[in-house]
């Protein structure tokens, strides 16, 4: 069922962005110089018309460049950038617009009616005036709900929070073109009937309209109507962490396709014991963290995070390096602990910046070998073992596959920064892959593409769109029975939707979603991993047998997909890493142009795989070894290797990295305590009074005061 468009769900983590790269090359470009054009053309024939005049052709004009705008603003939001970056924003085209019709109005009158037409102007100045004074007043309504600290999952109501202002008074562009509208359309009629009381009357409402959403504004600059200042903001929140306690958090900053590295770890923080806390310093990514019972509190400004510094925090757990960790890293009393958000043979699993951290922690023996070999300023007595807990509920390897089908995922990574051929397979040997996989009928295709492809080389997002294609093409050559119902499917989607999307109302800002995003209800949590299993069974039972797939968004997950899939094929990534807990065979190209020899020495996550190369020959054979397990002479390796880079299946995951915390932790608190004592002030020892005869006597009794002095 189809939501109002009064509301918007903000489906926190259900949607991955959509890159803008995924669509047809040069359209978008095309559209806009398109629409550009089309509305400089429209003010150059108005210009044209009022000048001549030319009454209908100026109606026309008029009517078109309004129309323009509206389609600016509903469909090519990037256009009203780009012509204020030429200074026409939309206040400059407003004016003009309605500079042309009275520069029409002049030249059709009497010179006589220059004086009547004159207080039309006038009229017309002073809407201008009060747009712009709206806008000021908008932007400081906007500055006192910009708190220094954004909340979720925190009572965040003694901040004095309310519902945001309209957003049409918070927007300049929809503000003026709806407020400026019934002048625009008295001015034009007037053109038409050649009445002034059309421009009077018009410009009479637009100026009503505006001196009412001057008033609704100020308002809300009243002391009473607006939260609390800046430095009770801040002494609220160190209350807050005051009773709060947190204990170990999760730190994070990035960019809105990175969201990924922080939601893999959101589970794990929340199982363990203590208090838990994400810190984040983006505004906008507090509404795109995934559902999550954990508090969050966003710090965006470096004075605002040292606040942490006294507080019980303990240790904080780091997925990813950004430019903004150094700053966290510099509160002595927090231990800093490098996750990662996957672990791989790239060079990028071993960046230097770790050795900036406290304590490293990896999931098993060949990243601790991988940092070593590196010799990056990692030192082996900072790096723990603690498995991957995000891979604990993975199904484990059952047998070969018993239904018609055989599964297979082709997960592919990014193009990654450094333009190495061999960082993905998309660009020469996606096509080949999918061409030979499809070309099997008893083989079912899930295609799970990296939600940065085609972000850094175009190339990697064409072969993309490419393989999309071939999948939709196998589909529509394939026929099979349908499930009968998606009742199912629709009825879990709806409850864990209900359990994870906050939904707001159309033009919420930061403070509103603050307080609509208080603290969940007791289970959620719980409730949210239970509806996401049965989403899941749901999902898959939803899908015919015989369809191929294209996985896209964050549901399912990925080792929702790895428990679906026989066969993994991907590149050199920590997707290899983790489909290893599940035992089953897997592929890797080859796209670097390496002897196989060479590319299984240089990468160890290569050594119980099938190596393919661009070409896709070897296929047919790696899918009759997964149907024929007689014929797979890697299992025993695949353990051994699953052994080097996960660690022991016992303690499990989770249990280490629960431990690692408690363990680090302890360190901080020992750093506090021994910190503490140093910088107490030293006691005062009592004053002594010396003897009278002796107050102004030197060292040697010579009558000078340096001993008194020496003493004082």
């Known amino acids: 069922m189809p939501q109002p468009t009064s509301r918007r769900r903000f489906r926190a983590g259900l949607r991955r962005p959509r890159l803008p790269l995924l669509r047809a090359p040069g359209r978008p470009a095309l559209a806009t110089l398109l629409t550009a054009s089309v509305l400089a053309g429209a003010y150059a024939v108005q210009a044209v018309a009022a000048l001549t005049p030319h009454v209908p052709l100026l109606l026309a004009a008029t009517a078109l460049s309004l129309a323009v705008e509206g389609v600016l603003y509903r469909w090519q939001r990037g256009v009203p950038a780009l012509f204020a970056k030429a200074h026409a924003d939309v206040t400059v085209r407003h004016v003009l617009r309605d500079l042309l019709l009275v520069v029409g109005l002049l030249r059709l009158g009497e010179q006589h009616r220059e004086t009547q037409y004159a207080s039309l102007l006038a009229g017309l100045l002073l809407c201008y005036a009060l747009h712009c004074a709206i806008q000021a007043v908008s932007v400081l309504v906007r500055r006192t709900r910009t708190l220094p600290v954004v909340t979720r999952n925190i009572d965040a109501s003694a901040l004095r929070l309310s519902p945001a202002p309209p957003a049409l008074l918070r927007r300049p562009g929809h503000r003026l073109l709806v407020f400026g509208l019934p002048a ?180 098993g023996p060949a990243a601790r070998e991988r940092y070593a070999l590196a010799e990056v300023g990692v030192e082996d007595k900072d790096v723990v073992e603690i498995g991957r807990p995000q891979l604990d509920a993975v199904r484990p390897y059952a047998g070969p596959p018993t239904g018609a089908y055989l599964t297979v995922l082709y997960a592919p990574t990014w193009e990654g920064w450094d333009g190495n051929p061999g960082n993905t397979s998309l660009i020469e040997a996606g096509e080949n892959l999918v061409r030979a996989l499809l070309g099997d009928p008893r083989v ?229 305590t021994r910190v503490t004592a140093r910088s107490a002030p030293a006691p005062v020892p009592g004053q002594r009074l010396p003897a009278p005869t002796a107050a102004l006597a030197g060292p040697a009794g010579d009558g000078t005061p340096g001993s008194a002095l020496a003493e004082r």
């Open 184 to 363: 625009t359309a008295g001015l034009t009629a007037t053109a038409v009937t050649d009445d002034a009381r059309y421009a009077a009357a018009g410009t009479g409402l637009s100026l009503v309209l505006a001196l009412g959403g001057l008033a609704v504004l100020s308002l809300r600059l009243l002391p009473g109507r607006r939260p609390v200042g800046e430095q009770e903001a801040l002494a609220w929140f160190d209350a807050w962490l005051a009773e709060y306690r947190p204990t170990v958090g999760l730190y994070f900053s990035g960019g809105p396709s990175s969201v990924y590295q922080a939601g893999m770890w959101l589970e794990p923080l929340a199982r363990l014991e203590g208090r838990p806390l994400i810190v984040l310093r983006e505004r906008f990514m507090v509404s795109r963290i995934p559902a999550t019972d954990i508090p969050i509190v966003c710090l965006p400004k470096v004075p605002t995070l040292m606040r942490l510094e006294h507080s019980t925090l303990q240790v904080l757990i780091h997925p990813s390096n950004s430019g903004k960790t150094s700053q966290v890293l510099r509160i002595p009393t927090i231990k800093h602990a490098f996750v990662n958000h996957g672990e791989s043979d790239k060079l990028s699993s071993c960046n230097p910046y770790a050795k900036a951290y406290d304590e490293v922690w990896v999931a």
């Open 444 to 672: 079912r295709l899930l295609y799970k593409p990296h939600p940065l492809t085609g972000s850094v080389d175009p190339r990697a997002g064409a072969a993309d769109r490419r393989i999309r294609e071939l999948v939709r093409a196998a589909n529509r050559a394939r026929s099979g029975p349908r499930p009968s119902s998606s009742e199912e499917l629709a009825a879990r989607t709806a409850e864990l939707d209900r359990l994870t999307a906050a939904e707001f109302r159309e033009g919420a800002d930061q403070a509103e979603r603050m307080l609509v995003q208080s603290v969940p209800p007791a289970g959620r949590a719980e409730a949210v991993a239970r509806a996401t299993r049965a989403w899941e069974k749901a999902y898959w039972a939803s899908l015919p047998e015989w369809e191929h797939q294209v996985v896209e968004d964050a549901r399912p997950s990925l080792y929702s997909c790895f428990d679906t899939a026989d066969l993994l094929i991907s590149d050199v990534s920590s997707v290899i890493s983790d489909f290893l807990a599940s035992g089953k065979p897997y592929a890797v190209t080859n796209t670097g142009g390496l002897t196989e020899e060479t590319f299984r020495a240089r990468f160890p996550t290569v050594t119980a795989a099938t190596v393919l190369t661009p070409d896709a020959t070897g296929v047919p054979a790696l899918l009759e070894t997964v149907r024929h397990p007689e014929k797979d002479d890697l299992a025993e390796a695949r353990a051994e290797l699953r052994l080097h880079l996960l660690g022991p299946t016992e303690p499990s995951s989770q249990e280490r990295f629960a431990e690692a915390v408690r363990v680090l932790g302890a360190a901080a608190h020992r750093h506090r």
